[in-house]
């Protein structure tokens, strides 16, 4: 957490909030959130005098774009970004501040302190760590049946894992996983490659379908998630497994269980996610 239709969101509303600002100067009060340059007076000095153009999403990263310069950021589990005027009292565990020429500040705070910052050149981020290996995009246009079944048709590894490793699908963490497997009528644990091509479809739509869903929404408030402007995401109101462990299932009425696959919490309902051995 936040997963893809959290950043969304918060991206969503950087570029009401922050777009088209000037950034006069940069604070750095954790160093460690800086990853690239590994100086911090080289990150700072970078960014002083530019302007903000847009921002964009990459799987669960946002992609904050200057004139000359993208900032990669990774928000991890707790890692949020507000809008604030200058003389606005500083928050405990803000840890990076950008000062805008017009007296705001776009300022990150981030209590678990596991968030990151990198800064390329325009145009190489996306050949660099952390997004240069990532996978598919599942609210892209590029993200057609063929494309999804190409990455996960054959694989003898459990389809949870699976769809939670961002070298394939990215943007896909804990809560949407099971939820789209609820959907798709998929049980975590089968192996990719037992998989039929009318199951590949049904996952496909049902990732589709679940993001969009949870995008308009404005993602899921879990713990801590606010957008840019301390909103909560109201999708958690529409979870149909995720956090409703012997809470009966939406569709047959069977009690929802909660069990470990890959080394997370996973929310299934035994009777709708029948676990099958078949091979396609």
């Not at 909030?17 to 006069?24: F, M, N, Q, R, S």
């Not at 606010?226 to 069977?254: D, I, L, T």
């Amino acid at each position: 957490m936040p997963e893809l239709p959290e950043v969304e969101t918060v991206r969503r509303t950087l570029n009401v909030l922050v777009a088209g600002k000037t950034i006069e100067r940069v604070s750095v009060h954790l160093a460690r959130i800086i990853q690239h340059p590994d100086d911090i007076e080289t990150f700072k000095a970078l960014l002083e005098g530019e302007t903000i153009q847009e921002v964009e999403r990459r799987g669960k990263f946002l992609r904050i774009h200057t004139d000359r310069f993208t900032l990669v950021s990774h928000l991890r589990m707790e890692g949020r970004y507000g809008v604030y005027e200058a003389d606005d009292p500083l928050e405990l565990h803000t840890h990076v501040v950008f000062h805008f020429t017009d007296g705001t500040e776009l300022r990150y705070k981030d209590v678990r302190q596991f968030g990151t910052m990198h800064i390329y050149e325009r145009g190489r981020d996306l050949e660099e760590k952390p997004l240069k290996k990532l996978g598919l995009e599942p609210l892209d246009e590029a993200f057609t049946f063929e494309a999804f079944r190409s990455r996960i048709a054959g694989r003898k590894t459990k389809i949870k894992p699976l769809l939670l490793n961002q070298e394939y699908i990215v943007g896909i963490g804990n809560i949407y996983v099971d939820e789209s497997l609820f959907l798709a009528g998929i049980h975590p644990e089968r192996e990719a490659d037992t998989l039929t091509k009318a199951e590949m479809i049904r996952l496909h739509q049902a990732i589709i379908q679940t993001l969009t869903d949870a995008v308009e929404a404005g993602g899921s408030s879990i713990k801590s998630f606010v957008n840019g402007q301390g909103e909560m995401g109201m999708f958690q109101h529409s979870f149909r497994v995720y956090g409703r462990k012997n809470e009966p299932c939406p569709n047959c009425g069977h009690a929802i269980e909660k069990t470990v696959v890959g080394g997370r919490g996973t929310h299934t309902c035994p009777k709708c996610q029948k676990m099958k051995r078949m091979r396609s």
